[in-house]
């Protein structure tokens, strides 16, 4: 009787391998749901070095950077998503980007930083605004990259943990954080 089970146990454990691995193909699984914080900051460095090859031209630093750097010069942070990702939460201070562009002259003398969620959708504002002679620095794995590395985000001014990922391919926040798509 034991060998039955063991048997039967075996061929269960391989139908709900075989199960997950077709909801995995079809997308009703996806790997950003079973990944450690670590192994989503390595996924958010791949995708965001394939994203850069459509603006090489532009700069971009990583959020560790961008800490240090705030130390030392007045940073303004510019934020390219939508304002429906925005109403989630931003980078503490940020403008959206229509405030920017209303006049991108009176930043001049700051440091400006570009995110969106992940800096692809920034990292081609930057490349737009580099061919207008705008110096503008993309954060490299925007938001995302941020969060992991500790940066705050806030909604009205007050913090959050909440992140709009733009969708599920981007739901790459740290488990600490309620994610919205």
Not at 88 to 97: D, Q
Not at 100 to 118: G, H, M, N, Q, W
Request: with cysteine; proline share 4%.
């Amino acid at each position: 009787m034991p060998f039955i089970c063991q048997r039967a146990c075996r061929r269960i454990k391989r139908v709900a391998a075989g199960c997950f691995t077709v909801l995995f193909m079809l997308g009703a699984v996806s790997a950003e749901n079973v990944l450690d914080d670590e192994s989503k900051q390595h996924r958010i460095a791949e995708m965001y070095a394939e994203y850069k090859k459509s603006f090489p031209e532009i700069s971009d630093l990583s959020p560790e950077l961008v800490f240090k750097l705030m130390k030392r010069v007045d940073v303004v942070f510019v934020d390219v998503r939508d304002s429906e990702e925005q109403t989630v939460s931003m980078i503490p201070g940020a403008l959206t980007h229509g405030k920017f562009l209303e006049d991108p002259d009176s930043y001049k003398e700051r440091t400006v930083i570009a995110y969106c969620t992940i800096s692809y959708r920034s990292g081609k504002f930057v490349s737009k605004l580099r061919k207008r002679g705008i110096h503008v620095i993309n954060l490299r794995g925007g938001l995302l990259a941020w969060l992991h590395a500790g940066g705050p985000v806030h909604r009205d001014g007050i913090p959050v943990r909440k992140v709009h990922v733009y969708g599920k391919t981007w739901d790459l926040a740290p488990s600490s954080y309620e994610t919205i798509y």
